[in-house]
């Protein structure tokens, strides 16, 4: 079965650093863009960081520029999310998704497989 597990979740405080996966199966990260959004509580999912399927794109939110790193290793079928200087604001569920697609795109509507989560706290 095709899906995304991620890990690498957990609390940490404000300043601190955490290192994200997102497992994919084979199919799913043949010439995929891939991403990672989040989702705080009360509030809609939104974006933070998508890479394509050579690694060689990269976009970023505004409001982790500069301290979030997407990366990918494609022959282990994996993706990262390597957060620094985190700050409360950061808090929320991250997932992972596939767009099977080249293009980058920011919207949850262009991707169309989600992993079940993990969940990231930054304490202040």
């Known amino acids: 079965q095709v899906q995304l597990v991620e890990s690498g979740g957990g609390l940490v405080q404000a300043g601190g650093s955490l290192r994200l996966s997102c497992a994919a199966s084979?199919?799913?990260?043949?010439?995929?863009?891939m991403g990672w959004f989040r989702q705080a509580p009360g509030k809609e999912r939104e974006f933070v960081a998508a890479?394509?399927?050579?690694?060689?794109?990269?976009r970023y939110a505004d409001s982790v520029k500069g301290r979030f790193t997407i990366s990918r290793d494609n022959a282990n079928y994996t993706v990262y999310l390597q957060m620094n200087s985190l700050k409360s604001e950061d808090t929320g569920v991250y997932y992972c998704?596939?767009?099977?697609?080249?293009?980058?795109?920011?919207?949850?509507?262009?991707?169309?497989?989600w992993g079940q989560g993990t969940q990231v706290t930054v304490s202040s």
């Open positions: 890479i394509s399927w050579s690694g060689s794109i990269t």
């Open positions: 084979g199919r799913t990260f043949s010439r995929n863009v």
């Open positions: 998704a596939a767009r099977p697609r080249e293009t980058l795109r920011t919207s949850t509507a262009d991707y169309d497989l």
